[in-house]
């Protein structure tokens, strides 16, 4: 009889803890291209823990330098200033993409020293 070795798909949540960063955090690293793509069954997306863990010892074994604010390359380059609505549908406020990025690189250098 064969049987496969079991594997506990790994939530958002899970792959937070493991790098020590919010879920939103997680979301925002998906959108712009740092974290593989999760797959999708029904309401809740999940990693492969191969996949996962073979981006993470990739990213951790990586010696090619990266630039400061430039977690991977993105798969379309965003612009440096964008404008996101207020809180509450106030005033519109523009935010620093390139300072974002730095802040990310930042809690990912931290993590991986």
Request: aromatic residues 6%; glycine residues 8%; without cysteine.
């Amino acid at each position: 009889m064969n049987t496969a070795a079991a594997f506990e798909p790994l939530t958002k949540e899970d792959v937070a803890d493991v790098l020590g960063v919010s879920v939103r955090t997680i979301e925002n690293w998906v959108n712009d291209g740092t974290l593989p793509a999760p797959k999708r069954l029904g309401n809740r997306v999940y990693w492969h823990p191969g996949v996962f863990f073979g981006w993470l010892e990739h990213r951790l074994m990586d010696d090619e330098p990266k630039g400061a604010g430039q977690l991977m390359a993105p798969s379309v380059e965003a612009p440096a200033v964008v404008s996101a609505p207020g809180r509450r549908g106030g005033k519109r406020r523009s935010i620093d993409v390139d300072q974002l990025r730095t802040r990310d690189q930042a809690k990912l250098d931290a993590l991986m020293a």
